[in-house]
Structures are given as structure tokens and as C-alpha cells.
């Protein structure tokens, strides 16, 4: 499947090509709106970064220009529609003339793309929105050409620009939209996108994870992403899975455990035999499943296109009906005049544009948030929806942990010391629960302030620190019950009814 030069996104049916450029062919595009912004962006890259920072955008400055003239010209328009009968015949005239040529600068700044579009799509044998706009263009143009002609009757000269500056905005807007929400979902993937290979003789170095084979031995530090499929072959530790299974806590990983790409090493360096070749990974073909999912129009869009093509055929046989109606009863003349203005009131704006950009926008913000929604179908069941039902703790479980209570067997001042230690302690660690403690209450003077010492990690148990406070050097031990030979004990049992529980912790 073709994808897009601009947004990533697979290309529906026949792409729009750009313009050639040195040392590369031109690009592919699936719209109107990744045409105009990929332009843009090839442009600048040409040009070069030094120069494109001082550059304004080719696009929006021709929005802009096509916004200022068709407000002006509205502006225009409505007064000489509104006071037809005081405005002398050499005023109107050339006020007339002056709006016919605002609307010419208009069409030769943003009417090429669309005409281009357009005349692509009937050659495809598709009737489209383009094609709709055009038509509209084409009504609101002759009708007002006939009467600056005939000097009988408005002129809507000034529609054209608003259509025209209406679709680009539209098509722009819904490419950026695009574009974001695509490029949001990727975001995730383009962490895991590096590993650490390791080979025959013990050497590591970085390679981009495509260039991984199965069998091939990778190594992961504490801290770092998993970016392979595979089994462990060396280490024991921790290892946060959240990203791939939702489970928000860190589950101990040894020699022959399987894992997946995605998930995080804590506290323990692993050695890990790909599984999976490069991009087959489980989280690709994820990704794959949510981006061809999303290359399917929604059920909303689908209607619109639907609609589209049974109204365009209608729009055209009701044009040809009024002219000819009118052409017998009146004139020819009449009969185009009024045969025009029904193609000018067949403007498909909402239709074409709103639908689009409205789903792409909240495709886009939901990305944004962790939301990773394969099709816009859902955006419009969500209408629907009067009850949610969760499938375990973990899909509403944050990773970030809070501290809620601490029981200790001390007094006052020897519990802020423990505290204090235990924050010292807790910052050295990568460890997700270590982070509320890293939190605690410290001594606010410098001169006081412990020193940890020596600090070490025991892979898949905790950690062992030596702490001088003062005169004194303290070991602590901080890890799982079983390795801090604590579980089974009186100071266990006691402790755990110090505790202040409460629902939901």
C-alpha cells in the first residue's frame, strides 16, 4: 500500500503527485491538504535550514492574501447589493469590475490545486467533492459574469473567493489533523526503534532494529527500552510491562522468560535473543492494524462520500432543468442566470470539509491523551454509549505511584531520619515505586544532610545502600519482603495493623 510523503498515512485510490525536484522524483500525497503542506516543507528542506527560518510559508501567506481579499470583497459586494438602487451605473460598474478582479487574484492563488484535483478525479472515474466545488465555482462565476455583462442583476463574484478560500482552509487543516494524528500513534513505536546489538565476541553497538535477525543477541541497560520480541538469555530484574499488557506494576523477568517490545528494564542489565525479525514485532503489527484501519473512511465520512455522489448527479440534472425551463418561459439568458445559481447554492462545505477535519481532529487529541483509536467509527458509537465496563485494575491504574502511608516501628525523630535515609536512597533508583519515596521529607540544612555512600542494585530483590549521617554510617536494605528476611516475622504483623488501608489501595 502506497503511503503518504506527507502525513505517513496509506493512500486511497489514485495519489496526487508533486512537483519534481533535484535528486528525487516527486512525491505522493493523499490529498489536496498534504499536497500543499509537503510542497511547502520540500521548499524549505531545498532551501536549506538557514534560509527557510527567515522564509514564511508559501501556503499561508496565499491563505492569508485569499481571506483578506475575499473578506474585502464581501464587503464590497454587500454594499452594492444593498444599495443597487442610489449607486450610480459608473460606481457599480466599477466596483464590479474591482471585486472581478480581487476574485481572479484569488482563483490564480488557490484555484490551481483544486481545478488539478478535480480534473484527477473525473479521469478516475470518481465524482467527488472537488468536483462539486468546482461546479459551484463555475455557477457563481458565469452567473456573476452575465450580469456585468448584461449590467442586469447581482453579482457573486465575491463567493468565489470565500468557496475557495473555504476549501483550502478546510483541506488544510484536515491535512495538519491528519498528519498529527498518525504521526501521534508513531510515538511510541519511534522509542523502540534503536537496540543495542551484541555480537560474537561480547562488543555492542547501536543499529536501527529493522537491521535485527532472529537469533540475534541484544542488550538492554537498566533504564532502557525493550526494542525487540525475544527470551532472555542474561539477567533477573525488573521489568515494567504496562505499555504492552496495561498491568501497572513491574513483574520480575529471568533467563528463559519471553518479553516484548515495549516493555521497560529497571533495575538490571538483560541480554535478549530476537524472536522476531525487525519490524514484526507485536507492537508493528498493532500499529499496522490501527493505520489500516484508519485508511477506511468512517461510516460518518462514508455517508458523506455516498452523498456526494448521488448529489452531484442530482445538482447537475436540476441545473439543466432550470435552464431549460427558463430558456422556454423567458430567455436563454434568464435560463443561465438562474440554471448557474443553482449550482452556487449547491456548495457541499459542511459536507466535504467539516466531516473530515472534525474526525481527524479527535482522532489527533485522543493520541494525545494515550488513546490510540484504530477507526473514527468509535468517535461516533461514543454518541451512543450510556455505560463503560473496565476488564481488569490495570486499564485505569496511572503509572506513576503515590505514596499513602508508612508504618515504622521508631519515634518522631527516628522516623524523620528513616524517612529522610530512605529518600536519599529511593532517588538513586530508576525503580517506579521507588519514586514516591524519592519524594520524602529531608533535612533542610545542607551541613546535616546524609551522604549515601556506596549504593547497589540486586537484580529482580531491591537494593543495599550505606548511609553516613553525621558521625554514624548506617546499611539499608530496601526490596522485597523475602530478601529483606522480613516476611513471617512479629515486626511484620505489627506493622501491617499500623497501616492505614482504605478502599482502592
Not at 234 to 263: H, I, K, T, W, Y
Request: aromatic content about 8%.
Amino acid at each position: 500500500m502506497q503511503t503518504c510523503d506527507y502525513c505517513r498515512g496509506p493512500i486511497v485510490g489514485k495519489s496526487l503527485r508533486g512537483r519534481p525536484w533535484p535528486e528525487r522524483s516527486p512525491a505522493k500525497y493523499c490529498c489536496f491538504g498534504c499536497l500543499s503542506l509537503g510542497e511547502q516543507q520540500l521548499h524549505e528542506a531545498q532551501a536549506g535550514a538557514e534560509a527557510s527560518q527567515w522564509k514564511f510559508d508559501g501556503s499561508a501567506i496565499r491563505l492569508g492574501i485569499g481571506m483578506l481579499v475575499a473578506g474585502q470583497s464581501m464587503l464590497f459586494g454587500l454594499a452594492i447589493n444593498v444599495e443597487e438602487a442610489s449607486t450610480s451605473e459608473a460606481t457599480r460598474v466599477g466596483i464590479q469590475g474591482l471585486i472581478f478582479f480581487a476574485t481572479m487574484v484569488v482563483l490564480t492563488l488557490l484555484g490551481g490545486p483544486l481545478i488539478r484535483n478535480a480534473i484527477e478525479e473525473v479521469r478516475a472515474g470518481r465524482l467527488t467533492i472537488e468536483l462539486l466545488f468546482l461546479l459551484t465555482l463555475m455557477g457563481a462565476m458565469f452567473a456573476s459574469l452575465q450580469s456585468f455583462i448584461t449590467r442586469q442583476g447581482p453579482i457573486y463574484f465575491e463567493v468565489v473567493s470565500v468557496l475557495l478560500v473555504v476549501y483550502t482552509l478546510g483541506k488544510m487543516v484536515g491535512a495538519r489533523s491528519r498528519a498529527a494524528a498518525i504521526a501521534s500513534t508513531r510515538i511510541w513505536a519511534s522509542t523502540f526503534s534503536q537496540c543495542r546489538l551484541v555480537d560474537s565476541a561480547g562488543r555492542s553497538r547501536e543499529i536501527p532494529v529493522e537491521d535485527v535477525r532472529v537469533g540475534d543477541l541484544v542488550e538492554v541497560r537498566p533504564g532502557e527500552a525493550i526494542a525487540i520480541d525475544g527470551v532472555i538469555r542474561q539477567g533477573e530484574g525488573f521489568v515494567s510491562e504496562a505499555a504492552v499488557s496495561g498491568e501497572p506494576f513491574a513483574v520480575v523477568r529471568r533467563p528463559g522468560d519471553r518479553v516484548l517490545a515495549g516493555a521497560v528494564s529497571h533495575d538490571a542489565t538483560f541480554r535478549i535473543e530476537a524472536t522476531a525479525p525487525g519490524y514484526h514485532r507485536q507492537i508493528d503489527q498493532i500499529l499496522v492494524a490501527v493505520e489500516q484501519a484508519r485508511s477506511q473512511p468512517t461510516s460518518m465520512q462514508g455517508r458523506a462520500d455516498r452523498l456526494a455522489q448521488i448529489f452531484l448527479p442530482v445538482i447537475v440534472v436540476v441545473a439543466l432543468a432550470t435552464f431549460g425551463y427558463w430558456s422556454v418561459h423567458a430567455d436563454w439568458q434568464v435560463g443561465l442566470f438562474h440554471a448557474m445559481s443553482v449550482l452556487l447554492v449547491a456548495c457541499p462545505c459542511a459536507l466535504g470539509l467539516a466531516t473530515p477535519i472534525v474526525v481527524w481532529s479527535a482522532l489527533s487529541r485522543l493520541a494525545e491523551r494515550g488513546f490510540v483509536v484504530r477507526t473514527g467509527d468509535a468517535l461516533e458509537r461514543l454518541a451512543t454509549v450510556d455505560r463503560v465496563i473496565f476488564d481488569k485494575t490495570g486499564t485505569l491504574t496511572e503509572e506513576q505511584f503515590t505514596l499513602v502511608d508508612i508504618a515504622t516501628r521508631a519515634t518522631d525523630e527516628q522516623r524523620a531520619c528513616i524517612l529522610g535515609w530512605l529518600s536519599l536512597v529511593q532517588e538513586q533508583s530508576q525503580h517506579p515505586i521507588a519514586r514516591p519515596f524519592a519524594r520524602l521529607p529531608r533535612p533542610l540544612d545542607a551541613a546535616t544532610m546524609p551522604v549515601v555512600e556506596s549504593f547497589r542494585v540486586v537484580a529482580g530483590a531491591g537494593v543495599e545502600a550505606r548511609v553516613r549521617d553525621g558521625e554514624q554510617t548506617h546499611q539499608l536494605r530496601i526490596g522485597r519482603p523475602e530478601w529483606v528476611g522480613f516476611v513471617g516475622s512479629a515486626a511484620e504483623m505489627q506493622l501491617l495493623q499500623q497501616l492505614r488501608t482504605r478502599q482502592g489501595h
